[in-house]
Nanobody, 117 residues
């Protein structure tokens, strides 16, 4: 079973940058659809960036041009580079993996990102 551990969250000022990492263990990240979600207080969890099944990358409209999802297959790690951060980006960010073979979703424990104005 795959395990996901996020790191890299923290407190940053408006306009700043953070890079989140998701360390994948128990299986190769290449076996899964990988992505990032976030959940702000009082709001539903929403997807932010993903490597879709067909290839390429997809982004939530509000983060396009500011966030970049990346991966290092040798390190079995997925990243989320976040630039030009805004207060509305404040949320707990979760790493996500979906097994298309088993039809199961996996989540990390989340990492808090707080953007202060």
């Amino acid at each position: 079973q795959v395990q996901l551990v996020e790191s890299g969250g923290g407190l940053v000022q408006v306009g700043g940058s953070l890079r989140l990492s998701c360390a994948v263990s128990g299986s190769s990240a290449t076996n899964y659809v990988m992505g990032w979600y976030r959940q702000a207080p009082g709001k539903q969890r929403e997807w932010v960036a993903i490597f879709p099944k067909g290839g390429g990358t997809s982004y939530l409209e509000s983060v396009k041009g500011r966030f970049t999802i990346g991966r290092d297959n040798a390190k079995n790690t997925v990243y989320l580079q976040m630039n030009s951060l805004k207060p509305e980006d404040t949320a707990v960010y979760y790493c996500y993996a979906r097994s298309e073979v088993w039809g199961r979703d996996y989540w990390g424990q989340g990492t808090q990102v707080t953007v202060s104005s």
